[in-house]
């Protein structure tokens, strides 16, 4: 029998558009490892590391990290797993990193979950929080039964500042800005795998069933209903 090459792929989508959804699904369903790019940047600014350190001083300035940083951070990390199925997330951002990760590994597929940016901006602007317990609501789909208390308290709700409309709006033009030219650098070396949809259980299937023609299932589950 002849072992499966392994898997290298990548996921992009804007925020909101149910990414760390997805991504847990297919973890969980193909036994991939995860790495994403936010939670390895918070790892390396909690434990102090001189890339943490560095991070972090353009954050505070409100700058984004260079392109140098941000993959120097993932390829380091990419090493250790060499053995391994993974999936990126949040990375490659620029087609500068997408150049770099080339050069250091071939990459078989990229998932696009491609969102309509109105689905993004009322699936986020419609979540308010309780802060002292961090109980989140949806209007659309999980609303408080009094709009704008909490259930259980009866203190007021908050909107978090990136949840606010005008931020909401300005996200998605600076992930537009940013990462078109990357799906473009993939859609031309026909890498890349969109899914569009305004729902993350409809996106869900087509996705499953695109990865299970690269990897099996390894979940438990009945995986004739993938959920």
């Given amino acids: 029998m002849v072992a499966r090459p392994l898997l290298r792929a990548v996921i992009m989508g804007p925020p909101g558009s149910g990414k760390g959804t997805v991504s847990a699904r297919i973890i969980k369903h193909f036994g991939v490892k995860h790495l994403s790019s936010g939670d390895l940047l918070r790892d390396n600014m909690q434990k102090k590391t001189e890339v943490g350190i ?80 961090g109980r989140v609501y949806n209007l659309e789909f999980s609303p408080p039964k009094v709009q704008g208390i909490d259930d259980i308290t009866g203190e007021p709700l908050v909107q978090r500042d990136d949840d606010k409309p005008e931020t909401v709006s300005k996200r998605l033009q600076a992930y537009d800005a940013q990462t078109k030219p990357v799906l473009e650098y993939y859609r031309k070396k026909g890498l890349l795998k969109s899914f569009s949809g305004t729902e993350t259980n409809k996106i869900w299937p087509h996705i499953y069933a695109f990865l299970q023609t690269k990897l099996p299932d390894v979940s438990q589950k009945d995986a004739t209903n993938p959920r």
């Fill in 54 to 133: 560095l991070a972090k001083s353009y954050i505070d300035q409100g700058q984004l990290i260079p392109d140098h940083i941000m993959t120097q951070l993932m390829l380091n990390e990419i090493k250790g797993l060499e053995q391994y199925n993974w999936l990126l997330d949040g990375f490659p951002r620029t087609v500068a990193q997408a150049e770099a990760l080339d050069k250091e590994c071939h990459i078989d597929t990229v998932i696009d979950l491609d969102v309509p940016f109105e689905t993004i901006k009322g699936r986020l602007t419609a979540r308010w929080i309780h802060p002292a317990s």
